[in-house]
């Protein structure tokens, strides 16, 4: 008997405003994510893929359709959610380790627990530091970080509190193409340790078949899903893969199918 997807969306859609003014931002979408899943979302500008996430994590309700988790449909923010965007948003005035433990300080049970055990969470903190790569770097300010640094400590801020699902927003297109490129091997270093659920959204092709066991392609608004492509190469994935014939053959197949959006 085949396991009950993680997350699932039947049919959903999404309408902003009313009369003239409404908007469908998203259209009769369906997918199924299983649990310890990489999926990556890709398709034209403004065709919804933020929305999708922000539907996932219960931050905004579908005018029509179910969105499940675990089986039951939300109907508000679920738990064990952790969220990485392009943006760092880092605090200035903490340290990396205090930034990175800012979830400690809002989810349960461990803002109940922190005061007493903070040595605890601190070791914590610097174990995941260092498994990106950032040993030592735990007294700066974000200020003296790089932007490739600086996006380290925002997927380690998701991740510290152990969520089943980790929502990534493009966290890497802010940066140059080495850093994006490194930080891809980080993302996947991190996902093969603790395989939690990933939702990738994204632009770049070659960053969803790199990172992704499964590709979703929408199309332009309103936002449908019009292509599930698996990615069944092998892992750990080197940056020497993405020049490998398969790779390229996945990456044009997904980048053709976005154009037909566009013809």
């Keep these: 008997m085949a396991s009950e997807p993680l997350v699932e969306l039947r049919n959903v859609s999404l309408a902003y405003g009313e009369g003239r003014e409404r908007m469908v931002a998203l259209g009769d979408a369906t997918l199924s994510i299983e649990k310890g899943e990489f999926v990556a979302v890709v398709g034209p500008s403004g065709c919804g893929k933020s929305t999708l996430m922000k ?30 965007f392009q943006n760092s948003t880092l605090m200035p005035w903490r340290t990396t380790r205090d930034n990175i433990m800012l979830p400690f300080e809002v989810v349960a049970p461990h803002k109940h627990r922190l005061r007493r055990h903070r040595a605890e969470y601190e070791a914590k903190a610097e174990a995941l530091l260092a498994s990106v790569g950032l040993a030592g770097f735990g007294d700066k300010y974000p200020w003296q970080l790089s932007g490739g640094m600086q996006q380290r400590c925002n997927v380690c ?47 770049d092709l070659r960053e969803a078949v790199y990172l992704a066991d499964t590709v979703y392609v929408m199309s332009r608004r309103p936002g449908r899903i019009v292509k599930r492509r698996t990615i069944d190469l092998p ?10 014939p398969g790779f390229v053959e996945i990456v044009h197949e997904l980048r053709e199918r976005i154009q037909m959006e566009h013809a």
Excluded: C, N, Y
């Excluded at 966290?171 to 490129?181: K, S």
């Excluded at 892992?235 to 490998?244: G, I, M, V």
């Design 55 to 84: 539907l996932v994590t219960g931050l905004l309700p579908p005018s029509t359709g179910t969105v499940l988790v675990h089986g039951r449909e939300v109907t508000a923010p679920i738990p064990g959610v952790g969220m990485a």
């Design 157 to 203: 801020r998701a991740l510290i509190h152990e969520p089943e699902i980790l929502m990534l927003d493009e966290p890497f297109g802010a940066l140059d193409a080495f850093t994006r490129e490194e930080l891809w091997g980080v993302m996947q270093k991190l996902w093969l340790e603790r395989r939690f659920t990933a939702v990738l959204v994204t632009h």
């Design 235 to 244: 892992r750990p994935r080197t940056l020497d893969t993405t020049f490998e």
